[in-house]
């Protein structure tokens, strides 16, 4: 068909309305199989491609979802948005992504305010900074879901965590039934809130068992952090290490081990994340798996009740304490 083709082109093909077509195309309401398919083949035979940009103007919003990534996204969260990305997409939703720095104000401002610009039906916050959430609970004047573990302020929002503490308190139970020696806790030297509430739980514990705390500060989330780590217990007297995270971990394992010192042998040793490489390691490493399958469905829930104007509690996702060799293979 030459020129540019547009819905009625499509509606007059397929014998319906306008309106009928913009139905099959937003896939929300009822149509008929047999009205679809032929709405479907009229736009195949046309070649029609929606005008998005022009919907999105009629309707007041789009079929769009825009995450808003504060910082790097950390191994599971990543994997959490790639899903999010194809729940929605079989939704009839797209997700639009941007990265900006948690602690920039006006960069924050910004990419909510592009998403407005772009009519996006729901905004997404992810990462790891309360401080971010709490700026832009005064800001965001559209539907809204924070996915930030810690205490979150109040404002009209949804929001999904993964429980952090009970975790964190259930592996250091069982770091301290299979050690000789204190449990040392390896920690990012960042303003992330997972890295302060695993060291805030591991403090409480040792205070509660009547044993002095030792977190050692490393740069970031690294294997090559956890090597630094490694490097600051010589001299120290240890029966386990507590690390932040699987790659920290994972790093410790590597610097102790050239001093001799092996995981599940001479000391208990554990992470946090489940990654592949915690199942893969050898020894295979005791960590906590932070479930991201299902935060990702999570997630893409409390997009649709904040949506539909619904009531949407906060979601809290429980994690699940996985021992392995490297902590003596099981509790004693």
Known sequence: MAGHVVMA???????????????????????????RQKVERAIEALNYRPNFAASALASGSSAMVGVLMLGKLSFGRADS?????????????????????????????????????????????????VRAV??????????????????????????????????????????????????????????????HLRRETYVEFCTAHGVDPLVIRVPDWSADSGEVGACSLSGVSFGAVFAANDYLALGVARGLRKRGLEPGRDYALAGFDDTQLAQLSSPALTTVRQNY???????????????QGEEAPTVVLENSLVVRESSAGSAK
Not at 107 to 117: E, K, N
Not at 141 to 165: H, K
Not at 293 to 307: G, K, T
């Open 134 to 195: 709490r700026e832009l609970s005064t800001y965001i004047q559209i539907p809204w879901v924070a996915v930030v573990n810690g205490e979150l302020p109040e404002g009209r929002f949804a929001a999904v965590q993964l429980e952090q503490r009970e975790a964190t308190t259930a592996l250091l139970g069982h770091l301290r039934s299979v050690s000789g020696g204190p449990i040392v806790h390896i920690s990012p030297g960042v303003e992330d809130i997972d890295a």
């Open 81 to 129: 948005y790639l899903q999010l990305v194809q729940l929605q997409s079989d939704l009839g939703s797209f997700v639009t992504a941007l990265s900006v720095d948690p602690t920039d104000s006006t960069a924050l401002r910004r990419a909510v305010d592009f998403f407005v610009a772009a009519k996006a039906r729901a905004i997404v916050v992810m990462g790891q900074s």
């Open 9 to 35: 082109d499509v509606a007059r093909l397929a014998g319906v309305s306008s309106q009928t077509v913009s139905r099959v195309l937003s896939g929300k309401a009822t149509v008929s199989p047999g009205t």
């Open 293 to 307: 399958d299902v935060l990702a469905h999570a997630i893409s829930s409390q997009i649709e009740r904040v949506v």
